[in-house]
């Protein structure tokens, strides 16, 4: 079963005031779109099975890229970004040292795929 970045996320309406301007532009009275996504912290003892590659962040970095290189599959950028507690790239400074989590078989079992 494949998991989803929108699983248990609120869908909210967004008609704020404030972007009429990009309402008009796209011909909509307001937007959708999900909530930011909260993850929960791992617990030290649940890192037994996990191995990390430690990279440090840099002009360009996206998860999904990171996600393409390490697991040849950039869907998977949830979870790099859900292992650094990072919901969104916006999220790691240039320079700080990102983890990304091996083998993918125990992170599934980590996070219950």
Known sequence: MAISRYDDRELLLNDEMMYKNVFRKRGLKFLTHYDTAVFQRIHAGDYSNIETIQQ??????????????????????????????????????????????????????????
Do not use: C, M, Q
């Open 56 to 113: 440090a962040w840099k002009i360009g970095d996206r998860f999904s890229k990171l996600a393409e290189f390490y697991y040849h599959d950039p869907s998977l950028w949830w979870i790099i970004a859900r292992f650094n507690e990072k919901p969104t790239e916006s999220h790691v400074e240039l320079g700080e040292l990102v983890f990304i989590p091996v083998p993918l078989e125990a992170i599934f079992d980590l996070y219950g795929v």
